[in-house]
RNA sequence: GCCGGUGUGGCGAAAUGGCAGACGCAACGGACUUAAAAUCCGUUGGUGCAAAACACCAUGCGGGUUCGAGUCCCGCCACCGGCACCA
């Protein structure tokens, strides 16, 4: 026999999602709906949407959208217009993965997954307005995906006006140099077991993310996105952000700006360019190194040396990038035989290639300065190359391998100088004479943007004599073809280019084959929300800048996911949504104003949840024995919102005991097992205790709840809860407050006894969601009474209850006439007297 | 190596520089029950004391500022996360 529930929310959980969902009460309203209210300010509240994966949702999604559900829940009540929507980052590998091994359409899973996601996370209770709903997979979404592309294809970055302008206002030759969305043959990150291309950010360790699959260097025609001409506007629009200052950190340091200089150095094949961050260390090079894939390797190399540098070349390339960083510790290069001309002493330097300079960072080539720093001075001790001093460090210490600011020696001009003035003098030097220049360079990388897959967006664009061109605005959406073979061909040619009749465009003209990344579609989904069935624009205008605009940088007004995409989602969003300012299509500069990234969720043994380790908590199961209200609530209660912390099924049932609390507080079983409404229960005035205590939770909770404090704000509902159990009579105004704080954190419960109330008492007249938050009387909170601690040299030694307004010289003369404290201090002699108003006497003495 | 975060009872955690441990879990004692579960009431940081009163010790470790430090400053240690030859 099934045991009775403490409170039937297996039964009421169901029918209030269904008439939330039946009436729509969480419906936004746009500008223009008949139903909306312009003097409502908005509120735009999201989470990140998820991949829907074959294994449903997870107890980590919960923490984050139950935060934001809550959040939602609370602004309507006090009055906000509140756009709080879900959806669908539904393109992605997994998806396609199975459908190589399977055979059926990718899809069909997709379409599987997202069903599933879609109950359960109705099945707790977020009140999203799902008529918003959207997946990044539906081509009346993906239309909108293809638009910005060709936003981006069609113009380019103006240095002079510091934004993106359409292509037609640049003025040099050849457009297809500047645009944002560019053709680049470079070496690519290739996995042969996925037949894939990956961005860096998709490599781990020399091998891919997904499947941990070997990782190879290889080049390959590719779509890129410049990124790079934001990466200064990327750094300071992040000053009007409200995100957390690590998460901005992890950014800049991504981007990665440094100052220096580029130098010219002569060669007897032309110049060769270096960056460096310290050109006044000029006078201390000693040679020279060229990354082993810098294109004038080729020629500078001499007769001798060309053998031993094209196996150096052969063996660098075959390495992975996994053996390139395990090798990292021991030094190697070549020589080419060839020399460079310091251009400010006129030495000459042997030029060397070695793998630890990098092609994809500054010019791919440096001037090595081993007296000044570690990797030089490493390599010119493992090829024993002379080390020369030209920093004095300000302190005692080495000068070998000083890196640190000092004072110029050995340096010709800038002797004596401090660094910093001989960085400005060296840079004019250069500057003066043509051989340089002062610059600044990012690590940050342009955007590799295009995959050799079949579940991702086609690119809109034709390839006509060797040539690429738009495909034209009213030809979107460009849909995939319907094919049933979705392996990669593993020639690095994409899928798609098996579809023969769908590639060929025209008698002359062939569709680009690859597919955009998973990130595409999650670069805008924000503003697609805003007006999600909107077919002539990707969001009408005026709902954009309703839902986006409220006078700050950025637009939706929070933003909650996990630390994961601190960079790169967050990044690349940031960049498109620039492009999209720039051309006038948003009216923000920034998508998202606040970021809160929720912390992670362990198992109950405090390892990370993984199905290898069998600690994975289904939040399906956790619905089924204790209802979504205690779900939401103990997920909330574990702990503060940005912290990692153990799942602990004792804990469920902690707070699965307080709703029946709260449950029992309301209502009692009769004879027949019936609940029915406490008799306990009247219109009484609140004693003065308990309206302290009300007026205190209402307002605790009002604070917490602002500022995402949920755990704190369940535990004074708790006390709420403690102090009116006991309570006879019990003032019915109690729960007319209490359901209304409790309703955006368990709004089942909330809803279901607000409805039987409403049938004995006045005063609970529609949904409990659909209340105003209540408010609270700051003169209730205070007491005429006050207890002040007593203490001799800051040890506590008694208490007292003085009214409130007694005097700093009363409370002084109280403390000193007190026995206790009296007893502390004979024979001492008092030094001064603390005190604090309505807290604490502190004696002093000696 | 560099950057960031976190260290408080048996456990999850609270605490505008002002009584450390709110609230919850676990444990123990009691009530109800034929019994158990559920529920309700109570106790619960450590040491000393038979116990109470009380005293002392307690917020990773060591210093400092202050009448007073979990909180501020300096120096360490441990764990977690990110980056990693970025010139």
Same mark, same amino acid.
């Given at each position: 026999?099934?045991?009775?529930?403490?409170?039937?929310?297996?039964?009421?959980?169901?029918?209030?999602?269904?008439?939330?969902?039946?009436?729509?009460?969480?419906?936004?309203?746009?500008?223009?709906?008949?139903?909306?209210?312009?003097?409502?300010?908005?509120?735009?509240?999201?989470?990140?949407?998820?991949?829907?994966?074959?294994?449903?949702?997870?107890?980590?999604?919960?923490?984050?959208?139950?935060?934001?559900?809550?959040?939602?829940?609370?602004?309507?009540?006090?009055?906000?217009?509140?756009?709080?929507?879900?959806?669908?980052?539904?393109?992605?590998?997994?998806?396609?993965?199975?459908?190589?091994?399977?055979?059926?359409?990718?899809?069909?899973?997709?379409?599987?997954?997202?069903?599933?996601?879609?109950?359960?996370?109705?099945?707790?209770?977020?009140? &999203?307005?799902?008529?918003?709903?959207?997946?990044?997979?539906?081509?009346?979404?993906?239309?909108?995906?293809?638009?910005?592309?060709?936003?981006?294809?069609?113009?380019?970055?103006?240095?002079?006006?510091?934004?993106?302008?359409?292509?037609?206002?640049?003025?040099?030759?050849?457009?297809?140099?500047?645009?944002?969305?560019?053709?680049?043959?470079?070496?690519?990150?290739?996995?042969?077991?996925?037949?894939?291309?990956?961005?860096?950010?998709?490599?781990?360790?020399?091998?891919?993310?997904?499947?941990?699959?070997?990782?190879?260097?290889?080049?390959?025609?590719?779509?890129?996105?410049?990124?790079?001409? &934001?990466?200064?506007?990327?750094?300071?629009?992040?000053?009007?952000?409200?995100?957390?200052?690590?998460?901005?950190?992890?950014?800049?340091?991504?981007?990665?700006?440094?100052?220096?200089?580029?130098?010219?150095?002569?060669?007897?094949?032309?110049?060769?360019?270096?960056?460096?961050?310290?050109?006044?260390?000029?006078?201390?090079?000693?040679?020279?190194?060229?990354?082993?894939?810098?294109?004038?390797?080729?020629?500078?190399?001499?007769?001798?040396?060309?053998? *031993?540098?094209?196996?150096?070349?052969?063996?660098?390339?075959?390495?992975?990038?996994?053996?390139?960083?395990?090798?990292?510790? /021991?030094?190697?290069?070549?020589?080419?035989?060839?020399?460079?001309?310091?251009?400010?002493?006129?030495?000459?330097?042997?030029?060397?290639?070695?793998?630890?300079?990098?092609?994809?960072?500054?010019?791919?080539?440096?001037? *090595?300065?081993?007296?000044?720093?570690?990797?030089?001075?490493?390599?010119?001790?493992?090829?024993?190359?002379?080390?020369?001093?030209?920093?004095?460090?300000?302190?005692?210490?080495?000068?070998?391998?000083?890196?640190?600011?000092?004072?110029?020696?050995?340096?010709?001009?800038?002797?004596?100088?401090?660094?910093?003035?001989?960085?400005?003098?060296?840079?004019?030097?250069?500057?003066?004479?043509?051989?340089?220049?002062?610059?600044?360079?990012?690590?940050?990388?342009?955007?590799?943007?295009?995959?050799?897959?079949?579940?991702?967006?086609?690119?809109?664009?034709?390839?006509?004599?060797?040539?690429?061109?738009?495909?034209?605005?009213?030809?979107?959406?460009?849909?995939?073809?319907?094919?049933?073979?979705?392996?990669?061909?593993?020639?690095? /040619?994409?899928?798609?280019?098996?579809?023969?009749?769908?590639?060929?465009?025209?008698?002359?003209?062939?569709?680009?084959?690859?597919?955009?990344?998973?990130?595409?579609?999650?670069?805008?989904? &924000?503003?697609?929300?805003?007006?999600?069935?909107?077919?002539?624009?990707?969001?009408?205008?005026?709902?954009?800048?309703?839902?986006?605009?409220?006078?700050?940088?950025?637009?939706?007004?929070? &933003?909650?996911?996990?630390?994961?995409?601190?960079?790169?989602?967050?990044?690349?969003?940031?960049?498109?949504?620039?492009?999209?300012?720039?051309?006038?299509?948003?009216?923000?500069? +920034?998508?998202?104003?606040?970021?809160?990234?929720?912390?992670?969720?362990?198992?109950?043994?405090?390892?990370?949840?993984?199905?290898?380790?069998?600690?994975?908590?289904?939040?399906?199961?956790?619905?089924?024995?204790?209802?979504?209200?205690?779900?939401?609530?103990?997920?909330?209660?574990?702990?503060?919102?940005?912290?990692?912390?153990?799942?602990?099924?004792?804990?469920?049932?902690?707070?699965?005991?307080?709703?029946?609390?709260?449950?029992?507080?309301?209502?009692?079983?009769?004879?027949?097992?019936?609940?029915?409404?406490?008799?306990?229960?009247? +219109?009484?005035?609140?004693?003065?205790?308990?309206?302290?205590?009300?007026?205190?939770?209402?307002?605790?909770?009002?604070?917490?709840?602002?500022?995402?404090?949920?755990?704190?704000?369940?535990?004074?509902?708790?006390?709420?809860?403690?102090?009116?159990?006991?309570?006879?009579?019990?003032?019915?105004?109690?729960?007319?407050?209490?359901?209304?704080?409790?309703?955006?954190?368990?709004?089942?419960?909330?809803?279901?006894?607000?409805?039987?109330?409403?049938?004995?008492?006045?005063?609970?007249?529609?949904?409990?969601?659909?209340?105003?938050?209540?408010?609270?009387?700051?003169?209730?909170?205070?007491?005429?009474?006050?207890?002040?601690?007593?203490?001799?040299?800051?040890?506590?030694?008694?208490?007292?209850?003085?009214?409130?307004?007694?005097?700093?010289?009363?409370?002084?003369?109280?403390?000193?006439?007190?026995?206790?404290?009296?007893?502390?201090?004979?024979?001492?002699?008092?030094?001064?007297?603390?005190?604090?108003?309505?807290?604490?006497?502190?004696?002093?003495?000696?």
């Amino acid at each position: 026999m099934s045991q009775r529930k403490p409170f039937p929310f297996s039964e009421f959980e169901p029918r209030w999602q269904q008439q939330w969902l039946d009436t729509g009460a969480f419906r936004a309203p746009n500008p223009g709906d008949a139903d909306f209210d312009a003097s409502k300010p908005k509120f735009y509240v999201l989470d990140m949407f998820p991949y829907p994966s074959g294994e449903g949702l997870h107890v980590g999604h919960v923490e984050g959208y139950t935060a934001t559900d809550i959040l939602a829940r609370y602004k309507r009540m006090r009055g906000f217009n509140v756009l709080h929507p879900m959806g669908w980052d539904a393109f992605g590998l997994p998806a396609e993965q199975f459908a190589i091994k399977t055979g059926r359409h990718p899809r069909e899973t997709t379409g599987r997954n997202v069903a599933r996601f879609r109950t359960q996370l109705q099945g707790i209770g977020f009140s &999203y307005d799902w008529s918003r709903e959207i997946s990044t997979t539906d081509p009346g979404y993906f239309k909108w995906t293809q638009w910005i592309f060709l936003q981006l294809y069609g113009s380019w970055f103006n240095p002079a006006t510091n934004k993106a302008e359409s292509i037609s206002t640049y003025a040099g030759a050849n457009p297809d140099d500047v645009r944002l969305a560019y053709i680049a043959d470079r070496p690519v990150n290739w996995c042969p077991e996925l037949g894939t291309v990956l961005a860096n950010e998709e490599v781990v360790e020399g091998r891919s993310e997904v499947g941990g699959f070997a990782v190879e260097r290889r080049p390959m025609r590719q779509w890129m996105l410049r990124i790079t001409d &934001y990466a200064q506007r990327l750094i300071e629009e992040l000053e009007g952000l409200d995100w957390p200052e690590s998460i901005k950190l992890l950014q800049r340091n991504w981007i990665g700006r440094s100052e220096g200089a580029m130098v010219k150095f002569e060669t007897e094949v032309g110049p060769v360019e270096v960056f460096t961050t310290r050109p006044d260390t000029l006078f201390g090079a000693t040679y020279m190194v060229l990354a082993p894939e810098h294109p004038l390797v080729e020629s500078i190399t001499t007769g001798e040396q060309a053998q *031993a540098v094209a196996d150096y070349q052969k063996k660098v390339s075959s390495k992975s990038d996994l053996d390139r960083t395990d090798l990292a510790k /021991e030094k190697t290069g070549v020589f080419t035989g060839a020399f460079a001309t310091n251009p400010v002493s006129g030495a000459k330097l042997p030029v060397w290639i070695a793998d630890y300079v990098l092609m994809g960072y500054g010019t791919g080539a440096i001037m *090595a300065v081993p007296a000044h720093d570690e990797r030089d001075f490493e390599f010119a001790q493992t090829f024993d190359l002379p080390v020369i001093q030209v920093v004095q460090p300000s302190g005692e210490g080495d000068w070998r391998g000083f890196v640190g600011d000092g004072v110029a020696v050995n340096s010709g001009f800038l002797d004596g100088l401090p660094t910093p003035e001989a960085k400005k003098k060296i840079i004019a030097w250069l500057e003066e004479h043509g051989v340089g220049a002062g610059r600044v360079n990012y690590k940050l990388r342009d955007w590799l943007f295009s995959r050799q897959r079949y579940w991702g967006e086609p690119f809109p664009i034709l390839w006509e004599d060797g040539r690429h061109r738009a495909l034209d605005e009213s030809e979107l959406p460009l849909v995939q073809p319907e094919m049933d073979d979705f392996k990669p061909t593993g020639t690095g /040619e994409p899928p798609l280019a098996k579809a023969v009749e769908w590639v060929r465009y025209s008698e002359t003209a062939r569709r680009e084959t690859n597919t955009m990344p998973q990130w595409a579609g999650s670069c805008w989904y &924000y503003l697609r929300f805003c007006d999600p069935e909107n077919t002539a624009r990707f969001a009408g205008s005026e709902a954009e800048k309703f839902w986006m605009d409220a006078g700050k940088p950025g637009g939706v007004d929070l &933003y909650v996911g996990g630390t994961e995409h601190a960079v790169l989602h967050l990044l690349y969003a940031r960049f498109w949504h620039k492009v999209l300012f720039d051309l006038g299509h948003v009216s923000t500069p +920034e998508p998202f104003q606040r970021l809160v990234n929720q912390g992670m969720i362990l198992g109950g043994d405090g390892q990370k949840m993984s199905k290898s380790r069998g600690n994975v908590v289904n939040p399906d199961d956790v619905i089924s024995e204790y209802g979504a209200d205690a779900l939401r609530l103990y997920e909330m209660f574990m702990g503060p919102l940005e912290q990692t912390k153990p799942w602990s099924m004792k804990g469920v049932e902690g707070v699965f005991r307080f709703l029946a609390r709260v449950w029992r507080l309301g209502f009692e079983e009769n004879q027949e097992g019936e609940w029915i409404v406490s008799s306990a229960f009247a +219109e009484v005035e609140f004693t003065g205790k308990q309206a302290r205590v009300v007026h205190e939770t209402i307002k605790k909770i009002t604070k917490d709840v602002e500022d995402l404090s949920f755990n704190t704000a369940i535990a004074q509902m708790m006390i709420f809860v403690n102090e009116f159990t006991t309570a006879e009579p019990r003032p019915i105004e109690a729960l007319r407050v209490l359901l209304r704080l409790l309703s955006p954190f368990a709004p089942h419960l909330a809803e279901e006894m607000w409805e039987r109330l409403g049938k004995a008492f006045a005063g609970f007249d529609g949904l409990a969601s659909q209340q105003a938050w209540p408010d609270y009387d700051e003169k209730l909170l205070v007491d005429d009474e006050v207890e002040i601690l007593l203490q001799v040299n800051g040890k506590p030694c008694d208490r007292v209850t003085v009214s409130k307004g007694m005097s700093d010289s009363d409370l002084e003369a109280l403390a000193l006439a007190n026995e206790k404290v009296r007893e502390k201090i004979e024979n001492k002699a008092v030094v001064k007297v603390i005190v604090v108003r309505g807290k604490l006497v502190n004696v002093v003495v000696k």
